[in-house]
């Protein structure tokens, strides 16, 4: 991988002149690559048909699997979803920002290659220094999909990264090795109960805590 492809960043206090190269990249309709609490994900403007086709392209992955994205802050949400069952504002207020993906019923706003034509969207709120950065100035949601190819393990680090990725991305912001795991917590709300479709970085058990304070649909 060329050089000028590959950024190092530092974890905790990420170089703003990185973030500001990754956030054009992100603007022109490209593809970066860049760190999250515990995996690398494929970031694109998550409102670009074309870019989030590229995302698809690049992680060999089948067209009927949705992709997630991230948001800067709860707000952003609104524009983004038909509706917030209580039960998922009771999660939002205590695991947001961190490692739950909350699948709700998506507006029309979105992309139907992001969605994979379900109707539903996954969001969640970063908590890792460059991705809070990165959403910070970006304006728009940015995709959330580990940077790996579909249904491979997701990468900790850079040199666990196929060499595909790494050549088929625009920038590559490396953060050294993350957490690892198996990446956030998928919720899905659209249902009451809220049902897990992944158990990740929270437990069954403090989803299920969280969701005590919501009792019906919203």
């Not at 970066?32 to 998550?46: E, F, I, K, R, W």
């Not at 579909?150 to 953060?175: H, K």
Request: aromatic share 4%; charged share 20%.
């Amino acid at each position: 991988m060329p050089d000028k492809k590959h950024l190092h960043i530092d974890p905790e206090a990420p170089d703003s002149g990185g973030i500001r190269r990754a956030l054009d990249i992100i603007r022109s309709g490209g593809v970066v690559v860049y760190p999250t609490s515990m995996l690398y994900g494929l970031g694109a403007d998550a409102t670009n048909r074309n870019a989030v086709s590229r995302v698809f392209s690049i992680k060999q992955r089948m067209e009927t699997k949705p992709v997630s994205i991230l948001i800067n802050q709860k707000a952003d949400i609104f524009p983004l979803v038909a509706d917030i069952p209580d039960a998922a504002r009771c999660i939002m207020e205590r695991l947001w920002p961190g490692g739950v993906t909350l699948v709700f019923r998506a507006s029309g706003f979105l992309p139907e290659n992001l969605t994979a034509k379900t109707g539903k969207i996954g969001i969640r709120l970063p908590l890792h220094p460059a991705a809070k950065m990165l959403l910070a100035d970006a304006g728009v949601p940015v995709t959330a999909t580990s940077a790996n190819l579909s249904g491979a393990t997701g990468c900790a680090s850079i040199d666990e990264m196929p060499e595909s990725i790494l050549r088929e991305a625009d920038l590559v912001l490396d953060a050294g090795r993350l957490g690892g795991g198996v990446g956030s917590t998928v919720v899905d709300v659209t249902v009451f109960p809220p049902k897990i479709l992944r158990e990740g970085a929270v437990s069954a058990e403090d989803i299920r805590k969280a969701c005590l304070g919501g009792s019906s649909r919203g």
